[in-house]
């Protein structure tokens, strides 16, 4: 079964940072996740959510901030030390390299909120060429994935979803689908791998979870302790 660091080492660094990324490569990870969103100033930020109001307590959204004003707003750090700051993908991509195996890169684009967003991220990531092979990208907006498809034939592609249709998948080529483990079930690993899909399931954090889950046959789990799994 694939561990996916869901968003770094979660659970021990503020989730989708520097420190969270370099904990979980320090842990032995080879598998990570990590969510993108596109700045006022065309640069891909690394965050989960569209606003900075629970991760840092300012009521703003990212997409109206430059690269620049984001790193002077700190955020919230309950596991103390230096301040940490909502890094861009460029900065997070030479921390993982190191041993990646695969990069799962989730748009974060409902309703073409970030137009543009999907070549401006191919544009980045051919920056770092040693690594495009190893990136797979998953969004919840099936209109992301199907212009993701379109602007590159080759590239991995993982579909993100809350009701699983296989035929969505097939349409977009993906190689997998991410899914709630609380959705899963024997006829959904079945019917995907019949179809040549892996099922990666979110959010596990608990062993004996992934092991019932290894038995249905699902092939990765994304969670925020790798270090149980590692």
Avoid: W
């Amino acid at each position: 079964m694939i561990y996916f660091a869901h968003r770094g080492a979660s659970s021990l660094a503020v989730q989708n940072t520097l420190p969270a990324f370099e904990k979980a490569r320090s842990l032995g990870a080879q598998y990570y996740e990590l969510d993108v969103h596109l700045t006022a100033d065309g640069q891909l930020a690394v965050h989960h959510d569209y606003s900075l109001k629970d991760t840092a307590g300012v009521d703003v959204q990212i997409g109206s901030l430059t690269s620049a004003e984001l790193k002077k707003i700190p955020l919230k750090n309950t596991f103390g030390g230096e301040p940490v700051f909502v890094p861009l993908l460029e900065e997070v991509l030479p921390v993982v390299a190191p041993d990646l195996t695969l990069l799962n890169i989730e748009l974060k684009n409902d309703d073409n909120r970030y137009p543009g967003v999907e070549k401006v991220l191919l544009e980045c990531l051919q920056k770092f060429p040693p690594l495009s092979a190893k990136i797979l990208f998953s969004s919840f907006d099936y209109d992301t994935l199907a212009r993701l498809r379109a602007l590159d034939k080759n590239a991995r592609i993982g579909q993100l979803t809350r009701t699983f249709d296989v035929l969505q998948a097939v349409n977009l080529q993906a190689e997998s689908v991410h899914i709630s483990y609380t959705r899963v079930s024997p006829q959904l690993v079945a019917c995907c791998h019949q179809n040549q899909l892996n099922v990666y399931c979110y959010t596990v954090n608990e062993c004996a979870q992934a092991q019932q889950l290894a038995v249905l046959g699902v092939d990765g789990i994304f969670t925020d302790c790798i270090q149980l799994f590692r």
